[in-house]
């Protein structure tokens, strides 16, 4: 039998007609309905060329035909590569470069920044736009419906997400079809998800939480989702009169706390609200308890390894924990040093092992070779620790990674940027906790002697080199940077300094 991820979802449809997604300007789309629309769009991807194995990459802005885009890809076999609309072409030369996409699927607005791009990696450029118009919707809709899925196998590669590391560029986490079925079944199990659900998706596509999480759990379970573009307050509260499930970062509770219309009446019929992407402040959940009677779920999860831990759906909901591994996932703590597994209760390396832990990094088998162990349990990068009850407790980051609204920014990339303005001696990049985005990018820099160089000059020379996301919400400057003996910037001493910056 197929183990291809669309055949797995497809075999849980009990109800053609019921709605699968649900918009605000298409109406409503049946299970039936989305089925046949991945079958043309799968037909236009192998007409133009599409191959198992090859990847198709996109950025694009959210849409109902963007998803039918990704069911369609491993339907036919492809590997799906989503990529951050708010990536400037600078960017996305890398990351063709270096994936080397069939087809790359952008916005029209953007497709002469990407032609020079697309052909220098050989992939032909094609189109999709906010209403789910242009060339690859055209070719779609001339294709039949009928489309026989591609036999896939557990360990063959379903997407190719990028993700920050340590050093150098961003690397490609390869995630087979065996990765996200895996995770799906036991979120589903995990938040006792089923047909009757109703998601709120206000979360972007082209990442983990919106397109694996959001996306597989619900489809998995039969279940429909409210998909909206983007977070809309009014929309969400709108929702929440018919709807079950809200999926959302940080960012999102911290907002619907600041209207007043949030209380126990516009939440009574919502079961289920649950946090990621980045750590959610303890006063967050306690202030929501309060306004609401309901307790964020807070979980836990990365790039590489989709969903690893979650507080529980039934039993304590711990502040300031990512709760329990989830069925099926192994998570043990170890000395950074040794390896070796370390008592409970103490701090060290979080390592995770399951079928949700992916196959590795992107041709890059050193890279894979040094954080994915023989004995499959991947090396995180982050610290923590395992209390007596088995909660598990975040309590660093043992890279440099900055998570700021749910994205993932690498300090080392904003760095080098900053490092070659004129009148920049050197830079150091942080994240400084902040109330809406949990980490704000901070950049604290030595100018030259003389130099006149400003903060809003910093800011605006970075504007055009690096998505939005990744650009400093403040620059701060020091005449010198502290080091260690070793002569390494001590950052530990910068987030010391600078930690109530945004209080």
């Not at 497809?10 to 409503?28: C, F, Q, S, V, W």
């Not at 907002?255 to 939440?267: I, P, Q, Y």
């Not at 949990?438 to 003389?450: I, K, L």
């Not at 020379?461 to 003996?485: D, G, H, I």
Request: hydrophobic share 45%; net charge negative; aromatic share 6%.
């Amino acid at each position: 039998m197929s183990a291809n991820l669309f055949d797995i979802l497809a075999r849980n449809i009990a109800d053609p007609d019921a709605t699968a997604i649900e918009t605000l300007t298409a109406g409503t789309i049946s299970y039936g309905d989305l089925i046949a629309r991945t079958g043309r769009m799968a037909n236009a991807l192998t007409g133009l060329g599409v191959k198992p194995g090859d990847r198709v990459a996109v950025q694009v802005e959210k849409s109902v035909e963007a998803i039918t885009l990704y069911l369609a890809t491993v339907r036919a076999g492809a590997v799906f590569l989503p990529l951050n609309t708010g990536y400037t072409p600078t960017e996305m030369d890398y990351f063709i470069g270096d994936a080397e996409p069939a087809i790359l699927v952008c916005d029209p607005a953007r497709q002469a920044d990407l032609q020079e791009t697309a052909g220098r990696a050989g992939a032909r450029l094609m189109t999709l736009d906010a209403a789910g118009g242009g060339s690859l919707t055209d070719a779609a809709a001339a294709a039949p419906d009928a489309f026989e899925t591609v036999p896939r196998q557990a360990d063959d590669l379903a997407a190719l997400l990028y993700t920050s590391g340590t050093t150098g560029r961003s690397k490609g986490a390869m995630l087979t079809h065996g990765n996200l079925v895996s995770n799906a079944q036991a979120l589903r199990e995990a938040w006792h998800y089923t047909d009757r659900d109703v998601l709120i998706h206000a979360l972007p596509i082209f990442h983990t939480h919106g397109l694996f999480v959001a996306t597989n759990v619900t489809l998995l379970s039969g279940a429909s989702m409210i998909f909206l573009p983007k977070f809309d307050m009014d929309r969400i509260f709108e929702a929440m009169a018919r709807a079950t499930v809200l999926m959302g970062v940080p960012t999102f509770y911290v907002r619907l706390l600041e209207d007043d219309m949030l209380n126990a009446e516009t939440t009574r019929n919502m079961r289920l609200f649950i946090s990621g992407s980045a750590p959610l402040l303890a006063e967050t959940h306690r202030e929501w308890q309060a306004r609401t009677g309901h307790a964020i779920l807070e979980r836990y999860g990365m790039t590489e390894t989709n969903m690893n831990a979650s507080n529980p759906y039934e039993g304590d909901r711990v502040a300031g924990t990512v709760g329990l591994p989830l069925p099926g996932v192994e998570i043990i703590v170890t000395d950074p040093e040794t390896g070796a597994e370390l008592p409970q209760g103490e701090i060290g390396m979080i390592e995770v092992r399951g079928a949700n832990v992916f196959k590795g990094y992107w041709r890059m088998p050193d890279k894979t070779a040094a954080e994915l162990r023989d004995n499959g349990f991947f090396i995180t990068g982050d610290l923590g620790l395992i209390d007596q009850r088995g909660y598990v407790h975040i309590v660093g980051r043992g890279k440099d990674l900055i998570i700021t609204g749910g994205y993932n920014v690498y300090p080392k990339e904003i760095e080098t940027e900053i490092d070659a303005i004129p009148g920049m001696i050197e830079s150091a990049v942080i994240g400084i906790p902040h109330r809406d985005f949990g980490e704000a990018v901070t950049a604290v820099v030595v100018p030259a002697a003389g130099s006149v160089v400003t903060e809003p000059a910093i800011i605006a020379a970075l504007e055009a080199r690096l998505a939005r996301f990744k650009q400093p919400k403040r620059v701060m400057f020091l005449n010198e940077l502290p080091r260690n003996t070793m002569g390494k910037v001590q950052k530990n001493l910068l987030r010391d300094q600078f930690a109530e910056l945004y209080d």
